[in-house]
């Protein structure tokens, strides 16, 4: 490899990452994120995925099958956009895929440069998801990545007569600005689409009874 301060930066932030969801690391998977492995410079794009293995007692696996009509769905907040999407965001805000933005133009109604925002690192929930289990009966749990919130449709195959309804959305201005910045870049985006693509505010959710 031959950038290994670069390699290095990387391994600091999965070591993090480790220690933050208190997870081990044995190996990796395949990314698809092609347009990220070309990179800007030829030769000069990389992709580095890894992934964590655990194992949970029969007892205390969160099936989604016990979930009823008037149960409640609570969003843990996002940090900002994590990683879903990324593609079309780097498409719809930056003038290097065609977008509106350098990286480092401040928009208005935003405090720091545009390339910060849509980088912002992921939140880690494990620790505050575990926290939550051992205070309150968790009906189901959601990771809002790839599929946002059609993922929530799994549950409605599990639990017969339910459905879902968001109601207290409180985005974070990015992604005001990737809907907005769209039609620049030659497309337009739908409300359900971003529904479909982006976190929208929550990077996970948990359904619990009313009560909890």
Known sequence: ISEPELVGEWLK?????????????????IGDVASVIKGLTEGK??????????????????TGTTIQPGD???????S?????????????????????????????GFDREIVYEALEPTKIYV??????????????AIHITGDAYVKFDRFMKYSP??????????PHPIFELIQNSAPESG????????????????GFGVIVNKKD
């Open 187 to 202: 497309g337009e985006i739908t409300d359900e689409e971003m529904l479909k693509t982006f976190n929208m505010g929550w």
């Open 127 to 140: 620790k505050p998801f575990l926290n939550i289990t051992k205070a309150v009966n968790v009906k189901g």
């Open 161 to 170: 007569d339910i459905g879902f309804e968001f109601s207290n959305f409180k």
């Open 13 to 29: 932030g999965i070591v993090q990452g480790a220690e933050e969801s208190d997870c081990p690391v044995p190996g990796g998977e």
């Open 80 to 108: 900002g956009v994590h990683s879903n999407g990324i593609s079309l965001v780097r498409k719809v805000l930056f003038k290097e895929w065609g977008g509106k933005y350098e990286p480092f133009d401040v928009p208005d």
């Open 45 to 62: 794009g990389f992709d580095l995925v890894v992934a964590s293995v655990g194992e949970v007692s029969k007892e205390n696996i969160i």
């Open 72 to 78: 409640i769905v609570v969003g843990l907040q996002s």
